[in-house]
């Protein structure tokens, strides 16, 4: 797999068929039988690490209750995919909009389940207002790191004790040269914006489980810039729990081996690893990551090769999705004293944020449920994956 995360303006894409797999690992989506008895996912993974799954905005809002029922039943972890980021929650100085956020508290409390706080502090959806004064000019440092130090206070300290991991900090680290990305909160606060905020989660909620989340940090290039980051945050004392591999991988090529070294390596540290975004998408792209402001752009021609089912899931693919899911928790399971949780990035495949990247109005299969709400080959892969094994 081609590791470069660069994107050429116009991608020349070459297209593996998928493989003749060999279908007795996975049970194909056709003897899929509905009689087949759907056993709660969660029961398979007690005892080893929390499975769990992004709910969407339109899930809190009541417009997609099939997939809510589904996470109550089957995930005993669940993560705002977009509703307790800083735009939403706080889109205007003082003004917080905690509507969504506590029905996501509500879902997990109903279903015992834990949430996640996704997230702090990120580059991407944050509202311009934490870094301008009135004039639009740009605020001093002190009033920038105030600014963060108030949302972080006011987010955590509302769920103090019913939230019990944040992701406080969100993709820092710089894909190009050097260590850290060039975000408004460097620009505003100064490299120290990652411990302040760190300290500020932990003050809110002293018993709040604190997370590092990036992608590609389990691989070669960026792994290093990762291990460094956080070993200055433990030199510094700053009060960081765990590390979050988001892990927005595709079939060709689930980068796993890099994966391993990862856990080992931020397992070493005494950080305990959570995968956090989980999704393995089947649709062919040269792109790696999620950087959120990369797009690619498609003729229609290429649209054509890109997007090859529109009219569904080809059984061979969805067996191979599978198997590679499989290999995943494999890993995952074999690294469980050392996982804290493992999140599917969503749970249908029609709300995948990978519908529409890096390439707009696909058709992308990358989770564990179909777009009927009906669990895929990969559900029942990975639930015989964990029952394999001890807690
Ligand atoms: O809510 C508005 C809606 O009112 C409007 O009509 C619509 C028109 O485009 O946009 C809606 O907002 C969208 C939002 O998701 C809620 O659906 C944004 O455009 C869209 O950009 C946003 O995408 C989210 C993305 O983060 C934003 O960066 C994805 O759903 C979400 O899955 C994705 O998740 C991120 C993680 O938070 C961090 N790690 C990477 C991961 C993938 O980018």
């Given at each position: 797999?081609?590791?470069s995360?660069l994107?050429?303006?116009?991608?020349?894409?070459?297209?593996?068929?998928?493989?003749?797999?060999?279908r007795?690992?996975?049970?194909?989506?056709?003897?899929?039988?509905?009689?087949?008895?759907?056993?709660?996912?969660?029961?398979?993974?007690?005892?080893?690490?929390?499975?769990?799954?992004?709910v969407?905005?339109?899930?809190?809002?009541?417009?997609?209750?099939?997939?809510?029922?589904?996470?109550?039943?089957?995930?005993?972890?669940?993560?705002?995919?977009?509703?307790?980021?800083?735009?939403?929650i706080?889109?205007?100085?003082?003004?917080?909009?905690?509507?969504?956020?506590?029905?996501?508290?509500?879902?997990?409390?109903?279903?015992?389940?834990?949430?996640?706080?996704?997230?702090?502090?990120?580059?991407?959806?944050?509202p311009?207002?934490f870094?301008?004064?009135?004039?639009?000019?740009?605020?001093?440092?002190?009033?920038?790191?105030?600014?963060?130090?108030?949302?972080?206070?006011?987010?955590?300290?509302?769920y103090?004790?019913?939230?019990?991991?944040?992701?406080?900090?969100?993709?820092?680290?710089?894909?190009?040269?050097?260590?850290?990305?060039?975000?408004?909160?460097?620009?505003?606060?100064?490299?120290?914006?990652?411990?302040?905020?760190?300290?500020?989660?932990?003050?809110?909620?002293?018993?709040?489980?604190?997370?590092?989340?990036?992608?590609?940090?389990?691989?070669?290039?960026?792994?290093?810039k990762?291990?460094?980051?956080?070993?200055?945050l433990?030199?510094?004392?700053?009060?960081?729990?765990?590390?979050?591999?988001?892990?927005?991988?595709?079939?060709?090529n689930?980068?796993?081996?890099?994966?391993?070294?990862?856990i080992?390596?931020?397992?070493?540290?005494?950080l305990?690893?959570?995968?956090?975004?989980?999704?393995?998408?089947?649709?062919?792209?040269?792109?790696?990551?999620?950087?959120?402001?990369r797009?690619?752009?498609m003729?229609?021609?290429?649209?054509?090769?890109?997007?090859?089912?529109?009219?569904?899931?080809?059984?061979?693919?969805?067996?191979?999705?599978?198997?590679?899911?499989?290999?995943?928790?494999?890993?995952?399971?074999?690294?469980?004293?050392?996982?804290?949780?493992?999140?599917?990035?969503?749970?249908n495949?029609?709300?995948?944020?990978?519908?529409?990247?890096?390439?707009?109005?696909?058709?992308?299969?990358?989770?564990?449920?179909?777009?009927?709400?009906?669990?895929?080959?990969?559900?029942?892969?990975?639930?015989?994956?964990?029952?394999?094994?001890?807690?």
């Open positions: 797999m081609n590791k995360i994107l050429l303006a116009v991608p020349i894409v070459v297209v593996a068929a998928p493989l003749a797999m060999s007795n690992s996975t049970t194909p989506m056709s003897e899929v039988t509905e009689t087949q008895a759907v056993t709660p996912l969660k029961n398979a993974f007690k005892g080893k690490f929390r499975i769990g799954a992004a969407s905005t339109a899930m809190l809002q009541g417009q997609d209750d099939g997939s809510t029922q589904l996470v109550k039943t089957h995930f005993d972890s669940v993560t705002a995919e977009n509703a307790m980021k800083p735009a939403e706080q889109p205007r100085e003082g003004e917080f909009t905690f509507a969504n956020a506590d029905k996501l508290v509500e879902i997990a409390e109903q279903s015992g389940g834990s949430v996640v706080g996704h997230t702090l502090v990120w580059h991407s959806q944050t311009g207002w870094f301008q004064g009135k004039d639009g000019q740009p605020v001093t440092r002190e009033v920038a790191l105030a600014r963060l130090q108030a949302h972080i206070k006011a987010v955590v300290g509302r103090k004790g019913r939230i019990k991991e944040w992701d406080v900090v969100n993709e820092a680290i710089n894909d190009g040269p050097g260590l850290l990305r060039q975000t408004p909160w460097l620009k505003a606060v100064g490299e120290d914006y990652l411990a302040e905020a760190f300290r500020a989660a932990h003050e809110a909620d002293p018993d709040a489980i604190l997370v590092y989340n990036d992608y590609n940090i389990e691989l070669d290039y960026k792994r290093p990762a291990l460094e980051l956080v070993k200055k433990l030199d510094q004392k700053v009060p960081i729990h765990a590390v979050g591999i988001q892990s927005h991988w595709r079939i060709e689930p980068p796993l081996a890099e994966t391993e070294k990862a080992q390596e931020f397992s070493a540290l005494g305990k690893v959570m995968i956090t975004e989980l999704d393995m998408g089947v649709l062919p792209t040269r792109y790696q990551g999620a950087d959120v402001s797009r690619e752009a003729t229609p021609e290429q649209m054509a090769v890109m997007n090859p089912y529109t009219k569904g899931l080809p059984d061979e693919v969805a067996v191979k999705h599978g198997e590679k899911l499989k290999e995943a928790f494999d890993l995952f399971l074999k690294y469980r004293k050392n996982i804290g949780r493992v999140t599917l990035w969503g749970v495949d029609g709300h995948s944020w990978l519908n529409n990247f890096p390439v707009r109005g696909r058709t992308d299969y990358p989770l564990l449920f179909d777009r009927a709400l009906k669990p895929k080959p990969a559900f029942f892969s990975i639930q015989k994956a964990a029952e394999a094994v001890g807690k």
